[in-house]
């Protein structure tokens, strides 16, 4: 019989601990193929935030590290320099991104550090308990905005992606989602073309995938994905902001 699909050998076979819905795990299985399938899981290094996917350590086959928090892309800069020939990568949150640790990514990618990084946003703090996060969205009900989200006292959301593709260092910055299948297969895609750009020495890459947090919504999944399309893609609009590699998309 012919093998139409089988695990990613980049993960380990273990259980995570996501919640039910969360979508961390499609998240990183893409990451996890698209280092199989460039065949460079020896010599792959992650680093792991402090939020949600702080254990990613434990479920990728590839030497990983964790950071402080925020801190992820300062120290993916210092591995990647001692080590040039090593595919290294951060995976991060909003809360460890682009609140604590702004200042890591905007110097790392202005500085156009050959690493990649994957930034998950769901619009709030995860493992904490549901506060509002940077990308949370103006009205948005968190545990610190039972009201809404007042951007007259709160301020307005960070695009990330936005703000990074400004960057002269930033040689590729993409946003993604994984809400249907077609847009995991370019979920994919873009990562593993960021992956591409390191192996090329192109410089930084950047793929913000927006996910879904059902547990702090208090939604079921299938309503945090309608949410998340709703809602977060009309604010966070998909698709490439930067590509100086010169490749067609």
């Not at 065949?39 to 290094?45: G, P, R, S, T």
């Not at 948005?140 to 703000?163: F, N």
């Not at 902001?241 to 067609?248: I, L, S, V």
Request: aromatic share 8%; net charge negative; glycine share 8%.
């Amino acid at each position: 019989m012919a093998i139409v699909f089988e695990p990613t050998k980049a993960m380990l076979d273990v259980p995570t601990h996501y919640c039910p819905g969360c979508t961390h795990g499609i998240i990183h299985r893409l990451v996890a193929e698209a280092l199989d399938e460039l065949n460079v899981v020896d010599k792959a290094i992650g680093v792991a935030p402090v939020g949600c996917s702080v254990l990613a350590y434990d479920y990728f086959a590839c030497d990983m590290f964790e950071a402080a928090h925020g801190r992820a892309p300062a120290v993916a800069t210092g591995i990647k320099r001692v080590n040039p020939d090593a595919v290294v990568f951060t995976y991060q949150g909003d809360g460890d991104l682009a609140a604590i640790g702004t200042a890591e990514i905007v110097h790392a990618a202005t500085r156009g550090e050959n690493i990649v990084t994957i930034f998950v946003n769901n619009c709030i703090y995860g493992m904490t308990g549901g506060q509002m996060a940077p990308t949370t969205l103006p009205g948005q009900v968190t545990e610190t905005t039972p009201y809404g989200r007042d951007t007259k006292t709160a301020g307005y959301p960070v695009r990330v992606s936005e703000m990074i593709s400004t960057l002269t260092g930033a040689c590729y910055v993409e946003r993604v989602s994984v809400d249907t299948v077609p847009n995991v297969n370019k979920a994919k895609k873009a990562i593993k073309k960021a992956f591409q750009n390191q192996l090329e020495g192109k410089g930084f890459s950047l793929v913000e995938v927006l996910s879904i947090c059902p547990t702090n919504w208090g939604l079921s999944p299938d309503e945090s994905m309608k949410w998340l399309r709703e809602n977060m893609i009309p604010y966070y609009p998909l698709g490439v902001k930067k590509d100086t590699t010169g490749e067609a998309k």
